[in-house]
């Protein structure tokens, strides 16, 4: 089956400009999650899509970040304006199910989107 | 609000040899999932390997397996006859409820170098 499709691999802005991030999760997964992985770091869950539906944005900017997934498949998340700390590593992953019942629940990990802001 | 440590920041084994990746954790949850992840430098976080928090017997998957001790609340990876292609970032991972929403924590990460 393929994997999470994430675009682009690299990104260089200036600060206060705006960027957008894309995925495609694998098909029939319900679940859709946006991490942030600061160098050095783990992964820090930014935003979590149950079909087209928000389950937890908690950790989310919501000054700067946004995020939607259109039609319960695809997901944009952008960021604006941005600033030298969302200097990261943006990780799509998505997982066929939600909750612990499901034992494991694997979450399947794009490649990511590296985002340099100067 | 739940808590993956990992205190090994870096790791030198020789190649061949076992290793062992140290992850505890801490959670209120008595129904938890824990996970381990291998990020190489291309980026992409691969899964290795699940432990539930009922399951009585460690989780094995060919070189990779899992030393549970949930008295202790820790869950260490095991990778035995470590090869060059082990060299890699490692994570530990829980999902568990964090006020109320089920959700998936990384630790912080060890980063594994296997010496020829």
């Known amino acids: 089956e393929a994997g999470v499709a994430q675009s682009p691999r690299y990104k260089i802005i200036e600060k206060r400009q705006s960027v957008a991030f894309w995925c495609n999760p694998i098909s029939g997964h319900a679940t859709l999650y946006w991490y942030q992985q600061i160098l050095g770091q783990g992964p820090k869950l930014l935003i979590q899509f149950q079909n087209n539906g928000v389950v937890d944005d908690s950790q989310l900017p919501k000054d700067r970040f946004s995020a939607e997934r259109l039609k319960g498949v695809d997901s944009t998340l952008k960021i604006q304006p941005a600033k030298l700390e969302d200097s990261a590593v943006y990780l799509c992953?998505?997982?066929?199910?939600?909750?612990?019942?499901?034992?494991?629940?694997?979450?399947?990990f794009g490649a990511g989107s590296r985002l340099t802001v100067l | 609000a739940q808590k993956i440590t990992q205190t090994q920041p870096g790791m030198f084994v020789q190649e061949k040899e076992a290793v062992t990746l140290d992850c505890t954790y801490d959670?209120?949850?008595?129904?938890?999932?824990l996970f381990w992840y291998k990020q190489p430098s291309s980026g992409e976080m691969i899964f290795l390997i699940y432990q539930g928090s009922y399951d009585e017997q460690n989780a094995t998957e060919g070189r990779y397996s899992l030393n549970f001790q949930k008295a202790r609340k820790s869950a260490n990876l095991v990778i035995s006859a470590s090869q060059l292609g082990d060299s890699a970032m490692y994570f530990c991972?829980?999902?568990?409820?964090?006020?109320?929403?089920?959700?998936?924590?990384f630790g912080t990460g060890t980063r594994l170098t296997i010496i020829p």
């Open positions: 992953a998505s997982s066929p199910y939600r909750g612990v019942q499901y034992g494991a629940n694997v979450l399947t």
């Open positions: 959670t209120s949850d008595q129904s938890y999932g």
């Open positions: 991972a829980m999902r568990g409820r964090d006020f109320g929403n089920e959700k998936l924590t």
